[in-house]
């Protein structure tokens, strides 16, 4: 088995597979918790050699019964719903499965990525560089941020970083994340607003830099965020690494594009934030990708407006998945 994949059925580890088949490798060990989701859906038409639970992957893996000739573990699975607040249940769940799979890896000479996440920049007053060196000083503003901040200065401590590779996805959007509820992505609930009501609502801003709807995010279409992904393995880079657009996008400016590609006239109403929120908000976010050029990533990262029209024209309108 010359590839596992941990997630594999949620947005991006599908996304992963997807990539990988378009490359011919379908030597693959899928792994995921089904459950009761709809998630099944992503693996329909994409191809690999086995699929485990994680339970049971978890178990094998403390047994030290993975398959032997395993090259690359791609670990995306994890509760990634910024709302959630059993801390204890994402500490076992983003922070030790991590830190087993980690330690894992490094004894038996297996090249290991990992998915942080942007989460871990907090309100941004450190900026959004990836700077390993510069991992204590982030203050994560939610439990899911600060999940994922506990394994990067985990793997710093035990010296890790110089031989695993760690990614922090800005606001990934694409095909395959119909599953994920009501951490959906903003264009994929936009659409279905704009779809049934002709309108989409965007929350207010409640700091004056701010007009509402000009809050910033850096959006990345999931197809750029697994060839970047895909690129720092076939490099062997290794180190932490932003995987954003390295554009700040408003919340005004991605509505405008659903509705283009909906042949719609833009229709925007703003609403309250909910209370709970409000302090956990972040205002602008923007991947800084200088280090993932200076490793030689060349290609050019998608126009927000190009990505939401695929997006829209050839899936979900279509209800279709990668590898349709």
């Known amino acids: 088995m010359k590839y596992i994949v941990t997630g594999a059925a949620g947005l991006i ?21 089904l459950g009761t989701s709809e998630k099944w859906k992503n693996l329909r038409a994409l191809s690999y050699a086995d699929y485990m639970e994680k339970d049971v992957f978890l178990e094998r893996l403390a047994a030290g019964a993975l398959p ?9 699975g994890a509760c990634s719903s910024t709302m959630e607040k ?23 000479g297996v090249r290991f990525l990992y998915a942080s996440s942007a989460a871990t920049y907090g309100g941004g007053e450190h900026g959004y ?36 590779t760690g990614v922090k996805f800005t606001n990934v959007f694409g095909p395959n ?15 279905e607003q704009i779809r049934d009501t002709g309108k989409v609502r965007l929350f207010k801003s409640y700091v004056p830099e701010y007009a509402d709807g000009e809050q910033k995010r850096d959006f990345i279409y999931v197809k750029d965020a697994v060839s970047m992904v895909l690129f720092l393995i076939e490099n062997k880079c290794r180190g932490i690494y932003n995987i954003g657009s390295g554009r700040a996008e408003t919340w005004n400016s991605l509505a405008a594009a659903v509705f283009k590609a909906m042949d719609k ?23 800084d990708i200088a280090k993932l050029r200076g490793a030689g990533y060349s290609t050019v990262v998608t126009p927000l407006v190009d990505t939401v029209d695929d997006y829209i024209r050839n899936y979900i309108s279509r209800g279709h998945f990668l590898g349709d």
């Open 129 to 164: 560089v990836d700077d390993e060196d510069k991992l204590s000083a982030l203050r994560p503003l939610n439990m899911y941020g600060y999940s994922k901040q506990m394994f990067d200065l985990w793997a710093k401590r035990q010296g890790f970083l110089s031989k695993i």
């Open 86 to 108: 059993d801390a204890t249940y994402l500490i076992s769940n983003n922070f030790d499965y991590t830190r087993k799979l980690a330690l894992y890896s490094v004894t038996h």
């Open 177 to 191: 994340e119909l599953h994920k509820g009501e951490m959906r992505s903003v264009v994929c609930r936009a659409y």
């Open 265 to 287: 006239p833009v229709n925007i109403e703003y609403i309250e934030m909910p209370e709970h929120l409000r302090g956990k908000y972040q205002y602008y976010t923007c991947a």
């Open 68 to 76: 032997r000739d395993v090259e690359v573990i791609f670990h995306m």
């Open 13 to 33: 580890g599908s996304a992963l597979i997807w990539k990988l088949n378009q490359a011919g490798v379908e030597d693959i060990l899928a792994v995921d918790h």
